[in-house]
């Protein structure tokens, strides 16, 4: 009796041990961190300008294993001018108040 | 009594035959020319441009735009070329355009498709003036629109001929504008680069 009790206690340890284990690993592989462990795999240099899309995915690297991601952001709201000021755009008279060229507009 | 009767019918007679010539004459001119009469839109004659002129060619040569030496080449898309006047603030005075075909613009429809995109794309309002079909160009056939709008941004008011005109390997459009107020005055200055324009 006192010598089975301490190899049962083992088994049980080693299998608590295992169990942790394994809910890491499954936890590793959700799609909320992949873009995390993408760049701590790949230290890719970070790119010219933060851009929104990419924040979320940094502020949350760690936290995204346990908590769920944040909702998104609102969309902006729609500009009153659908066409590109300051030689946006296709760069022709017609997107600074020109006059139109002949393009057919595709 | 009877002679001066006979004189009055020969001087009749006389002056019926010369207002048929007149007649006869202007229709074969027009005939001639390949441009059927367009009531309120201006004639088009195909002519080269003067030789003291620079000349803007498409890629691939599907058309060559001359343009006065008051203009000056200014940025376009890729794929056209453009000549403007440019006033002290910078301001378009005359412009001139030529793009190959890419829409669905075709000659049947042209006035219609160039109102809409007009509408749709570059101004708050648009109104047609005059529009033709079947008129010659140098190396091809096209239809034209004159018509008035003004620019989303600025809020510009221009006036512009734009002709769709279908060559035999190719088809481009020409877009001459200037101010609406400084249309009058333009006018001969752009008609003559659209009817210099060339087409392949």
Request: hydrophobic share 45%.
């Amino acid at each position: 009796m006192s010598f089975t009790f301490p190899r049962s206690a083992a088994g049980l340890a080693l299998l608590t041990a295992l169990a942790a284990g394994c809910g890491t690993a499954a936890a590793a592989h959700s799609p909320a961190t992949a873009p995390a462990m993408h760049h701590s795999a790949r230290p890719d240099p970070a790119p010219p300008a933060a851009s929104p899309a990419m924040t979320p995915h940094l502020h949350h690297a760690h936290p995204a294993a346990v908590a769920p991601a944040p909702p998104p952001a609102p969309p902006a709201p729609p500009t009153m001018n659908p066409i590109p000021q300051g030689n946006g755009g296709d760069q022709d008279a017609d997107n600074n108040g020109g006059p139109s060229d002949g393009d057919g507009s595709i | 009594m009877s002679a001066r009767s006979s004189h009055r019918g020969r001087l009749l007679l006389a002056a019926t035959l010369a207002a048929v010539a007149v007649a006869a004459t202007a229709i074969a001119a027009t005939a001639l020319a390949g441009q059927p009469a367009r009531p309120g839109f201006p004639a088009l004659h195909p002519a080269a441009a003067p030789a003291s002129w620079p000349r803007a060619t498409l890629l691939g040569g599907a058309a060559v735009l001359a343009f006065p030496p008051s203009l000056r080449r200014v940025i376009s898309d890729a794929d056209a070329v453009s000549a403007a006047q440019l006033g002290p603030g910078g301001g378009y005075q005359l412009y001139l355009n030529a793009t190959p075909r890419q829409g669905a613009e075709n000659l049947a429809h042209w006035a219609s498709f160039r109102l809409r995109l007009l509408r749709s794309d570059d101004a708050t309002a648009a109104r047609l003036l005059a529009a033709a079909g079947g008129i010659q160009f140098r190396g091809g056939t096209g239809s034209c629109v004159i018509d008035t709008y003004l620019t989303r941004i600025g809020g510009h008011h221009f006036t512009e001929i734009a002709c769709l005109i279908r060559g035999r390997a190719s088809a481009s459009v020409i877009v001459a504008a200037a101010p609406a107020a400084r249309w009058a005055r333009a006018r001969p200055l752009l008609l003559r680069a659209v009817a210099a324009y060339q087409v392949r």
